[in-house]
């Protein structure tokens, strides 16, 4: 059908979402970014560690970082990570496997400035998030602990080079855990994704989108995200068990 024609192989955030479930988001005030999402064009970069600890970046199509914005003396940045968990999902008319996906943004105004998409392994994908923390002022975030999130986890906190470790970049997040004495509250890097915690993430994003659409930072015309963020945004519905996107992926929603 067309819809369906639309829906996997979207050119507007409306073909995007043609499909019967009921929007997560308020696709009125992502919708009116549409044009200035799609003027969001970023740079692939490759990052590599010299002496000292300096981070050198070069310009790379296959590097697995688009930079949106490089990073800016006396700025604080912020990034989370959401780690893939091996599962196919249909997009653009076959299977394909989730991607892990981090978005480091602008502490103060919200704005993403850089985002890695890809199919990773863990242990090179923490990696890969310590080069560009350290190289965006030290940024500090909250990985997934999901599935292989464990694993990133590990990698960041068992790299404890001179210039950085996972101990100076990953914030820790509470817990109740059930133990033989009974309920005890520990403290634990990153986060686990739940049916309890996922509606208060997603609570966290809706209240971030409503207030950049009435009093964005620089402009509340202009996208905080890039067009493919904000197509998988408009893609995600309210679901007889839950919520999910409609078609395709969601891992630049979570």
């Not at 369906?4 to 979207?10: D, G, I, R, S, V």
């Not at 997560?24 to 990052?47: C, D, H, M, P």
Request: hydrophobic residues 35%.
């Amino acid at each position: 059908s067309v819809a369906h024609l639309h829906q996997e192989h979207a050119t507007t955030l409306e073909e995007a979402f043609e499909g019967s479930g009921r929007p997560v988001f308020q696709l009125a005030i992502v919708n009116s970014w549409a044009k200035a999402a799609e003027e969001l064009r970023g740079t692939r970069y490759s990052l590599e560690v010299r002496a000292k600890g300096e981070i050198e970046f070069h310009a790379d199509r296959r590097g697995v970082w688009e930079v949106f914005e490089m990073p800016k003396e006396g700025e604080v940045y912020t990034f989370g990570c959401d780690v893939a968990s091996g599962h196919e999902r249909q997009s653009d008319g076959r299977k394909e496997a989730d991607f892990s996906v981090t978005i480091i943004g602008n502490a103060y105004t919200g704005k993403m400035v850089a985002k890695m998409r890809a199919h990773i392994f863990p242990n090179l994908y923490g990696w890969e998030i310590l080069k560009a923390a350290h190289w965006y002022n030290d940024a500090r975030g909250l990985p997934e602990i999901n599935n292989d999130g464990g694993t990133l986890v590990q990698t960041m906190l068992d790299t404890d080079a001179d210039w950085g470790s996972g101990h100076d970049c990953l914030l820790t997040t509470s817990r109740v855990t059930k133990t033989e004495a009974g309920p005890e509250l520990r403290k634990q890097y990153g986060y686990f994704t739940s049916k309890n915690s996922k509606p208060r993430l997603l609570k966290a994003l809706m209240d971030f989108l409503d207030e950049w659409g009435k009093h964005g930072k620089d402009d509340p015309r202009k996208s905080p995200f890039d067009l493919e963020t904000l197509q998988e945004i408009t893609r995600y519905v309210y679901k007889d068990r839950g919520t999910d996107a409609e078609r395709g992926h969601d891992d630049c929603v979570m």
